[in-house]
């Protein structure tokens, strides 16, 4: 299964646009990135998925370049609500029968 | 609420009982999956179900946790014999067969063994 690699902090401020980068030099053919969102005393909740370019949906932007060594979680106007912890997961989701969570980054929006 | 629930949501207990915490996955859902947080961490795989099938317990974190689906609806987690190490967040989630990447969370089982 791939690594990944996320700053452990970021700060940002409310109405600004955060970009939360994630590497993972040995991602596979197969491998899916999947980001997800976790708030304090709640269980994670999936964000995003993608496997190559560009993905957007109501809450986030995932950009993933051709080598697909990295991705980038983008999150528009950030409001106080969107302080959390972020995760990013890689991993084949046809043969993966688990995910595996690092640290993650945590998101500090300030007013 | 249709989402996932767990309970208990707190459990304390002293080292060497047993302790035994319940999921109830969304209805739909026939993959169930248990996770261990401890603070500052991400999730900790531990065990996975398709239905009442347990396809992979391999990650169970030592033989003293075991768990069961036995009608392919709630789930159970069981410790036995409690250590202080035990102490963490226990999580549940659920997700259809074919989106295991998207799973549904639940507010977590917090265990303190004291």
């Known amino acids: 299964l791939a690594k990944t690699t996320q700053p452990i902090s970021m700060d940002s401020y409310e109405g600004q646009e955060v970009n939360i980068t994630c590497s993972h030099n040995n991602i596979a053919t197969n491998d899916y990135i999947t980001w997800y969102q976790q708030f304090p005393s709640q269980g994670p909740r999936f964000i995003i998925q993608g496997y190559k370019t560009k993905v957007t949906n109501e809450v986030a932007s995932l950009f993933i370049p051709a080598d697909r060594k990295s991705s980038t979680l983008s999150l528009p106007r950030v409001s106080l609500s969107d302080t959390a912890v972020y995760y990013c997961l890689v991993g084949d989701i046809d043969n993966n029968n688990d995910m595996r969570f690092g640290a993650g980054t945590r998101l500090t929006v300030k007013p | 609420d249709t989402g996932v629930s767990q309970d208990p949501r707190h459990k304390i207990t002293k080292r060497g009982q047993n302790v035994t915490f319940r999921c109830d996955p969304i209805s739909e859902h026939n993959r169930l999956y248990w996770y261990r947080q401890t603070l500052g961490q991400g999730p900790e795989f531990l065990t996975y179900?398709?239905?009442?099938?347990?396809?992979?317990k391999s990650r169970l974190l030592s033989d003293r946790f075991s768990a069961e689906r036995p009608k392919g609806s709630f789930s159970t987690l069981e410790i036995q014999r409690t250590e202080q190490g035990d102490s963490a967040m226990y999580l549940c989630?659920?997700?259809?067969?074919?989106?295991?990447?998207?799973?549904?969370f639940g507010p977590g089982t917090r265990l303190t063994v004291l």
């Open positions: 989630a659920s997700s259809f067969w074919d989106q295991m990447v998207e799973q549904f």
């Open positions: 179900f398709q239905n009442e099938a347990q396809l992979e």
